[in-house]
């Protein structure tokens, strides 16, 4: 069967207002790389602040002249920096660049559709994330500045201007973008679900799914489970700020030396259910990037990954376990001591089904015939990441080290090491990877090379030394480290990081740069550039307008490779285009 | 697609992720952390110790068979097959199971459940209880004086100059001590802190005793501990609360027990 529609001609139907998935996909990636942009810059006016606390930086103040006075950047805005910073980074880059980017593209192409379940709701979902982001970065040049209550926004600090400045204008506005963002995310992981589940190609059966499908499916329902709460919590806050009502905020508060009126609510409860969001979110961003690793390690070690089975199994555990720790967060919060116990043994038991994950990924290497491209570094990144991230997690979730550690540079480094540089090379390792498939051109496989290199040695240096500043003491969130005598013989550290930090900040320029110039100017790409077994490998780069003349039918797993008497060394997913007639179009 | 000069590549992978994880062990067993001086924060410290040496394991452990396939199968060779036979595939999965469950889980329950009952467990007869109200940016400290009755507080008597706590003075609070960003207590004592915020979230940390409780307003909350040395330490606010949080700090005051008698007689006279 013959495709049914003509490609849209108009340059609005598209390229802005595309209903197709993969222009959808490629949209969220460029977004996320135009948010990394302003995130990463804010976390180098961080790194200099915590570096050099005592120094004045007149050129600075001269280029951000809202965040310093007199060349000193103001403790307020330093705070509404750390918060930006995060909350861009989580919802605005790897949320919407790993989970939506790289989901829209590459789910309908995976599992053999012609594009999502619902294009229309796909177009609104991202159209819906261009305002959030505007009015995230809109929230700087409100009076007051934006918000400033770390992105976790606890309250009353954040339901209260009298608390702090950002919690004027800016914290308002950044409720609204998260909002925004949670309607946008909810449409897209419904459209994920559907599409996965229904509407698989003939043969595409779900132990058929390569993982990377399979850790966007688990990622979207927990999204869609998790985020409930996230946006329970969100409008009881905007009430208690504008509405007079005092879901969070206990009686007898007493700020700029006068007594609040009204209260009856509790601060817990937010963290409740803020984290209650919070935890699996950590999920829904490390299981893409994981699926990712093993698409890539399996692709570049020419053998089918280790125990696909054992694999999702273990996903599958993860996921139902990562809705019931949410309490790990709140260890010190003076909630029920029972209650910590229970979090802590549930949470370290996560780190079984991990266990697995992690030396399944390795075991991948076994008898591999490893190809080292630069997906396939940022593949073998990936591992590094989750052994040394994951095993730090184990020092968190045990409720009693976590007394000592709670709130410090450990976590800050932990939760860098694990949503920071898992998921980010998991972006990096899908664009080299999928790049020829978005685009039809090759990415430079040598600025590729450089760019892992010169991010790989500067990250685990700063996100592993960060662990020790915490071990020595370290508190996050701190304007001027040095306040505290036993923190000043470590501050050298701090030095250090941010000079490796700068490294691989300049290093991503490499990457940007590679992606646009590849975009128009890379070497042409085949098909099947990398080999790949999968079925987004059967279509052309770039892939038409709904993806096939003829729907391809699966024959087999997304991994075999090294077929004896196979032809080319490795057997598709899909037999043979020509001798599947028909397909789901 | 096979690149013919890989070798030199793979090389300087290896010995990136062989420096990674050296890196790590190292750097992770250094003593950094202020030297302890309460009695569960040894058992905090012993906990720490136990996972340096169970998870430093675990991770050279996996390095190296990470880079022994890295070195085995990256440098252009062709291994006949990938086959695995399915009794190994079973153990590679069973052994990080077991291993994981028994070493994550013996450490929350054997070495970490008895020191959080140290800290969360049942208050002794003779702690010493003291108050501690936190607000934006400082910590008052409050004894209950010579009647060893601690007086009420209430908001709408807060005056940030004389009353910072908002002590009631009329009745048995008239002879209350109030310290602002010091607390004094005597060594081997157990000492009971209560703690109140009077209008956001803070957390109550001492480094060097492996103390931190986060502070909720509307709640009374409680830290137990039991300082071992007599001294001078640092007392820091960990959680966010506002934009003066970074200077929120405050001192401990550990004495002997003789010194802290006579610290507490003579601030019983100024009160009265």
């Given at each position: 069967?013959?495709?049914?529609?003509?490609?849209?001609q108009?340059?609005?139907?598209?390229?802005v207002?595309s209903?197709?998935?993969?222009?959808?996909?490629?949209?969220?990636?460029?977004?996320a790389?135009?948010?990394a942009?302003?995130?990463?810059?804010?976390?180098?006016?961080?790194?200099?602040?915590?570096a050099?606390?005592d120094?004045?930086?007149?050129?600075?103040?001269?280029?951000?002249?809202g965040?310093?006075?007199?060349?000193?950047?103001?403790?307020e805005?330093?705070?509404?920096?750390?918060?930006?910073?995060?909350?861009?980074?989580?919802?605005?880059?790897?949320?919407?660049?790993?989970?939506?980017?790289?989901?829209?593209?590459?789910?309908p192409?995976?599992?053999?559709?012609?594009?999502?379940?619902?294009?229309?709701?796909?177009?609104?979902?991202?159209?819906?994330?261009?305002?959030?982001?505007l009015?995230?970065?809109?929230?700087?040049?409100?009076?007051?500045?934006?918000?400033?209550?770390g992105w976790?926004a606890?309250?009353?600090?954040?339901?209260?201007p009298?608390?702090l400045?950002?919690?004027?204008l800016?914290?308002?506005?950044?409720i609204l973008?998260?909002?925004?963002?949670?309607?946008?995310?909810?449409?897209?992981?419904l459209?994920f679900i559907?599409?996965?589940?229904n509407?698989?190609t003939?043969?595409?059966?779900?132990?058929?799914?390569?993982?990377t499908?399979?850790?966007?499916?688990?990622?979207?329902i927990?999204?869609?489970?998790?985020f409930?709460?996230?946006?329970?919590?969100?409008?009881m806050l905007?009430?208690?700020?504008?509405?007079?009502?005092a879901?969070?905020?206990p009686?007898?508060?007493?700020?700029?030396?006068?007594v609040?009126?009204?209260?009856?609510?509790?601060?817990?409860?937010?963290?409740?259910?803020?984290?209650?969001?919070?935890?699996?979110?950590?999920?829904?961003?490390?299981l893409?990037?994981?699926?990712?690793?093993f698409?890539?390690?399996?692709t570049f070690g020419r053998r089918?990954?280790?125990?696909?089975?054992?694999?999702?199994?273990?996903?599958?555990?993860v996921?139902?376990?990562?809705?019931?720790?949410w309490?790990?967060?709140?260890?010190?919060?003076?909630?029920?001591?029972?209650?910590?116990?229970?979090?802590?043994?549930?949470?370290?038991?996560?780190?079984?089904?991990?266990?697995?994950?992690?030396?399944?990924?390795?075991?991948?290497?076994?008898?591999a015939?490893?190809?080292?491209?630069?997906?396939?570094l940022?593949?073998l990144?990936?591992?590094?990441a989750?052994?040394?991230?994951?095993?730090?997690?184990?020092?968190?979730g045990t409720a009693?080290?976590?007394?000592y550690?709670?709130?410090?540079y450990?976590?800050?480094?932990?939760?860098?090491?694990?949503?920071?540089?898992?998921?980010?090379?998991?972006?990096?390792?899908?664009?080299?990877?999928?790049?020829?498939?978005?685009?039809?051109?090759?990415?430079?496989?040598?600025?590729?090379?450089?760019?892992?290199w010169?991010?790989?040695?500067?990250?685990?240096?700063a996100?592993i030394?960060?662990?020790?500043l915490g071990?020595?003491?370290?508190?996050?969130?701190?304007?001027d480290?040095?306040?505290?005598?036993?923190?000043?013989?470590?501050?050298w550290?701090?030095?250090v990081?941010s000079?490796?930090?700068?490294?691989?900040?300049?290093?991503?320029?490499?990457?940007?740069?590679?992606?646009?110039?590849?975009?128009?100017?890379?070497?042409?790409a085949?098909?099947?550039?990398?080999?790949?077994?999968?079925?987004?490998w059967?279509?052309?780069?770039?892939?038409?307008?709904l993806?096939?003349?003829t729907?391809?039918a699966?024959?087999?797993?997304?991994?075999?490779?090294?077929v004896?008497?196979?032809?080319?060394?490795?057997?598709p997913?899909a037999?043979?285009?020509?001798a599947?007639?028909?397909?789901?179009g | 697609?096979?690149?013919?000069?890989q070798?030199?590549?793979?090389?300087?992978?290896?010995?990136?992720?062989?420096?990674?994880?050296?890196m790590?062990?190292?750097?992770?067993?250094?003593?950094?952390?202020?030297?302890v001086?309460?009695?569960?924060g040894?058992?905090?410290?012993?906990?720490?110790?136990?996972?340096?040496l169970?998870?430093?394991?675990?991770?050279?452990?996996?390095?190296?068979?990470?880079?022994?396939?890295?070195?085995?199968?990256?440098?252009?060779?062709?291994p006949?097959?990938?086959r695995?036979s399915?009794?190994?595939?079973?153990?590679?999965?069973?052994?990080?199971?077991?291993?994981?469950?028994?070493?994550?889980?013996?450490g929350?329950?054997?070495?970490?459940?008895?020191?959080?009952?140290?800290?969360?467990g049942?208050?002794?007869?003779?702690?010493?209880?003291?108050?501690?109200?936190?607000?934006?940016?400082?910590?008052?400290?409050?004894?209950?004086?010579?009647?060893?009755?601690?007086?009420?507080?209430q908001?709408?008597l807060?005056?940030?100059?004389t009353n910072?706590?908002?002590?009631?003075?009329?009745g048995?609070?008239a002879d209350?001590?109030?310290l602002?960003?010091?607390?004094?207590?005597?060594?081997?004592?157990?000492?009971?802190?209560?703690?109140?915020?009077?209008d956001?979230?803070?957390?109550?940390?001492?480094?060097?005793?492996r103390?931190k409780?986060?502070i909720?307003?509307?709640?009374?909350g409680?830290?137990?501990?039991?300082?071992?040395?007599a001294?001078?330490?640092?007392?820091?606010?960990?959680?966010?609360?506002?934009?003066?949080?970074?200077?929120?700090?405050?001192?401990?005051?550990?004495?002997?027990?003789?010194?802290?008698?006579?610290?507490?007689?003579?601030?019983?006279a100024?009160?009265?």
């Open positions: 069967m013959s495709v049914a529609h003509a490609a849209p108009s340059f609005w139907r598209r390229y207002f209903t197709d998935h993969k222009t959808i996909g490629k949209q969220y990636i460029i977004t790389i135009f948010m942009l302003f995130a990463v810059t804010w976390s180098i006016l961080i790194r200099i602040q915590i050099w606390p120094q004045m930086w007149p050129f600075l103040g001269k280029l951000f002249p965040l310093y006075e007199s060349g000193v950047l103001l403790p805005r330093y705070l509404s920096l750390v918060t930006m910073h995060g909350t861009v980074m989580i919802f605005f880059v790897i949320s919407i660049g790993l989970v939506s980017g790289f989901g829209n593209f590459i789910i192409l995976q599992v053999g559709a012609r594009d999502m379940a619902y294009p229309l709701l796909n177009m609104l979902s991202y159209w819906i994330i261009v305002p959030a982001c009015l995230m970065l809109a929230s700087f040049f409100v009076p007051d500045g934006a918000a400033a209550g976790t606890y309250p009353p600090l954040s339901a209260l009298e608390a400045p950002g919690s004027g800016g914290q308002t506005l950044w973008a998260m909002a925004l963002f949670i309607v946008s995310f909810t449409m897209g992981s459209n559907t599409t996965i589940l509407m698989r003939r043969g595409m059966s779900m132990l058929r799914l390569p993982l499908t399979w850790t966007l499916l688990i990622a979207s927990l999204g869609v489970l998790a409930p709460a996230l946006t329970a919590a969100a409008i905007l009430l208690d700020r504008l509405g007079d009502t879901f969070f905020l009686e007898g508060l007493v700020l700029g030396g006068r609040l009126e009204g209260g009856g609510g509790t601060p817990l409860l937010f963290q409740h259910l803020f984290w209650f969001l919070g935890h699996p979110e950590v999920y829904v961003l490390v893409p990037a994981v699926g990712i690793a698409d890539v390690v399996a089918p990954v280790f125990g696909y089975r054992t694999t999702v199994w273990s996903l599958l555990v996921a139902v376990l990562s809705m019931i720790v309490g790990h967060h709140m260890y010190t919060s003076g909630m029920n001591p029972y209650l910590g116990e229970y979090f802590s043994i549930m949470t370290v038991a996560i780190t079984v089904p991990f266990a697995v994950l992690g030396m399944n990924l390795i075991a991948s290497l076994w008898r015939q490893i190809r080292l491209t630069s997906a396939m940022f593949g990144g990936i591992i590094v989750i052994g040394v991230g994951g095993l730090g997690g184990l020092w968190l009693t080290s976590d007394m550690l709670h709130d410090s450990f976590v800050v480094g932990h939760f860098h090491l694990m949503i920071g540089i898992v998921t980010g090379f998991g972006m990096f390792a899908g664009s080299y990877f999928w790049f020829p498939k978005m685009f039809g051109r090759m990415m430079s496989e040598r600025l590729g090379k450089l760019h892992f010169l991010t790989m040695a500067p990250v685990f240096v996100f030394w960060m662990h020790w071990l020595a003491g370290h508190l996050r969130r701190l304007y480290p040095t306040t505290y005598d036993y923190a000043a013989s470590t501050q550290m701090n030095v990081i000079y490796a930090l700068f490294v691989a900040a300049a290093a991503q320029i490499l990457f940007v740069v590679n992606f646009f110039w590849s975009m128009f100017r890379g070497a042409r085949e098909a099947n550039p990398w080999e790949g077994a999968s079925l987004e059967t279509t052309a780069s770039p892939s038409p307008h993806n096939w003349d729907v391809p699966v024959v087999r797993g997304p991994y075999e490779y090294r004896e008497g196979a032809e080319d060394g490795y057997l997913q037999e043979t285009l020509a599947v007639p028909g397909g789901t | 697609m096979n690149e013919p000069r070798t030199g590549h793979i090389v300087s992978i290896i010995a990136l992720f062989l420096g990674i994880m050296a790590t062990v190292v750097g992770f067993s250094v003593d950094w952390a202020p030297p001086a309460s009695v569960h040894q058992g905090v410290d012993a906990v720490m110790d136990y996972l340096l169970t998870t430093g394991t675990i991770l050279v452990i996996a390095s190296l068979i990470l880079v022994a396939f890295l070195w085995y199968y990256g440098r252009g060779k062709q006949a097959s990938h695995i399915a009794r190994t595939e079973r153990w590679w999965t069973l052994v990080p199971v077991l291993g994981m469950a028994l070493i994550a889980e013996a929350v329950l054997l070495k970490g459940l008895p020191v959080w009952e140290q800290v969360y049942h208050i002794p007869e003779d702690a010493l209880v003291v108050d501690i109200t936190a607000k934006q940016f400082e910590w008052l400290a409050r004894y209950p004086g010579a009647d060893g009755e601690f007086g009420s507080v908001p709408s807060v005056d940030g100059q910072p706590a908002g002590l009631d003075r009329s048995s609070g209350d001590i109030v602002r960003n010091v607390m004094h207590i005597p060594v081997g004592r157990p000492v009971h802190v209560r703690l109140r915020s009077l956001v979230l803070h957390s109550f940390s001492i480094p060097a005793f103390v409780q986060d909720v307003p509307g709640t009374v409680r830290t137990l501990f039991t300082p071992t040395r001294g001078s330490y640092e007392l820091a606010c960990a959680e966010l609360c506002g934009m003066g949080h970074y200077r929120m700090d405050g001192r401990i005051v550990v004495h002997s027990p003789e010194e802290y008698e006579a610290w507490l007689a003579e601030q019983t100024k009160v009265q």
